[in-house]
């Protein structure tokens, strides 16, 4: 199985654990991921200011991938739904795919609209499979209680991304259970995480998390498990800056799925990142029998 | 803002035209009013001026300058859930979409979002990867990250027009 890698912006400058986790993972289960060279920003930073700017910048990618003649698989929540509206738009309204061709003939690409994209998780279940991952586990978390967030870019708009119910996903969790880790209940599992507003309104984009965090809490999970690189900001550092400016303690550690399935698989703490989460990882480790 | 009450003469009766012709806008007048979308939205829970069945309401009635001029068409999530749960397949947030559209064509962008756009534009990313970021991943064992080939990112986005939604300069 091989796959072009699409890091997005995010995670190169301020997560890396996220993608050092996900390489680890794929290594263990052998799948094989490329680097895209020259991948750019998938556009979705410019959406909102021009409608054929985003669709230009995700075509740009996905005429990468397609030379490659590989699926693309991406971490990040807010690439996922940029990409793969962008891939499905392209490839079902001919008047936008003519009209964003003229434009990539300048450096001359075409979007052929020959491959699929898919987020990691989603890859995971999909193609590799849930059984065979099974097979593959070497240690078992006995006791954890993870909050588990999809994120609202790994489910929606569900007319595009097509995976998992938007309303009552259930596909991470059975990720998480294959772990040992439980996927407990918790107040508004499905509430964004405020991360897309972090740029427009701080204020605002903190109320989201505050509460969001304050759920956690009350269900009483030992950490909380995001598949994006901006719900893991907001859980994570965030977290860390809501307890100075509001004094706030949560004390919630926020790991990355592939740094949880990595541990399960028998990866090496050290070589999933896991000192580099912004609130401590140590107590989720207690728990790896 | 949305809280002021527009005088009649701001109303632009054709306004409705434009956002119909804007991508994700088409849907437009299907909306029956009923709140769901309002009612659903994690935004509007936590804030009082954001309706986003009154964002549809005031595109429909023509409330122009109010809706393009303020905030509060940068405020959604676009988390989606109205879009999901809509009975009549407005897709409010796409609606809001083509506002902000039109409000950057007409000069009006956050400048949290301008400056994202900026560096799209000047290094075809939302942020740069220099040395000292391949560096650390050097140190974790992580490939470093090619350059983005900005000569061509930039004819893209040109194209695209998005020169005509930044401030001038260079
Ligand atoms: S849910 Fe749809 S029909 Fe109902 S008010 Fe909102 S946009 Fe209109
Ligand atoms: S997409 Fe925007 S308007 Fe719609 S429910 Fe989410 S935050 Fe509210």
Redesign the interface.
């Known amino acids: 199985m091989e796959y072009a890698y699409f ?1 997005g ?2 995670i ?3 997560l ?2 996220y ?2 986790s996900t ?1 680890k993972v794929a290594q263990a289960l052998g799948i094989k991921l490329v ?1 895209i ?5 998938c ?1 979705l ?9 985003w ?3 995700s075509a ?1 990618n996905i005429c990468k991938a397609e030379e490659m003649g590989l699926d693309m698989v991406v971490l990040c929540n807010g690439c996922h739904t940029s990409l793969i509206k962008a891939n499905k738009t392209l490839k079902d309204k001919k008047h936008l795919r003519d009209e964003i061709n ?3 003939k ?2 001359d690409l075409e979007f052929k609209g020959k491959i699929e994209i898919k987020h990691f998780v989603t890859m995971l279940v999909q193609d590799y499979g849930i059984d065979k991952i099974k097979n593959k586990i070497k240690k078992q978390f006995d006791g954890l209680n993870v909050g588990a967030h999809d994120g ?2 790994f489910l ?3 007319d595009y991304i097509r995976f998992d119910d ?2 009552m996903p259930k596909h991470l969790d059975e990720l998480i259970e294959l772990t040992g880790a439980k996927s407990v209940k918790y107040k508004d599992r ?3 995480c ?4 972090l ?3 701080e204020d ?1 984009a903190t ?2 998390a505050r ?1 969001k965090l304050a759920n956690f809490k009350e269900a009483g999970v030992n950490c909380i498990i995001t598949i994006c690189p901006f719900c893991n900001i907001m859980y994570d550092s965030q977290q860390l800056k809501i307890k100075e400016v509001h004094g706030e303690t949560y004390d919630i550690p926020s790991l990355l799925y592939p740094q949880l399935l990595g541990l399960s698989l028998g990866v090496d703490s050290a070589e999933l ?1 896991l000192d580099q989460n912004a609130v401590p990882t140590d107590s989720v480790l207690e728990f790896l029998k | 803002m949305v809280a002021e009450k527009p005088s009649p003469k701001r109303i632009d009766p054709a306004f409705k035209n434009l956002v119909l012709k804007e991508e994700g806008g088409d849907h437009l007048l299907r909306c029956y009013a009923c709140g769901t979308c309002s009612g659903g939205c994690p935004v509007a829970e936590l804030e009082a001026t954001f309706r986003p069945h009154e964002i549809i309401r005031m595109s429909i009635f023509g409330f122009k300058d109010e809706l393009l001029s303020s905030n509060v068409i940068w405020l959604c999530s676009f988390c989606y859930n109205c879009y999901e749960r809509c009975p009549r397949d407005v897709k409010p947030a796409m609606v809001i979409r083509a506002l902000r559209n039109i409000a950057a064509r007409q000069g009006y962008v956050p400048n949290g979002i301008k400056m994202i756009a900026e560096s799209v534009y000047k290094i075809g990313r939302v942020t740069e990867i220099t040395d000292f970021e391949n560096e650390a991943r050097a140190d974790l064992g992580l490939p470093a990250v090619e350059p983005v080939d900005i000569e061509k990112m930039k004819k893209v986005l040109k194209k695209a027009g998005l020169e005509k939604v930044l401030p001038k300069e260079e």
């Open positions: 890091l912006c995010t190169p400058f301020r890396n654990h993608d050092l390489r680097d060279p020259g991948a750019s920003c556009g930073q410019i959406e909102s200011v021009l409608y054929n700017g669709l230009a910048s740009y003229e434009i990539l300048t450096v609202c870019h929606k708009p569900s938007p309303e499905l509430r964004c405020g991360g897309p507003l740029s427009v309104n605002l109320k989201l509460e990142g």
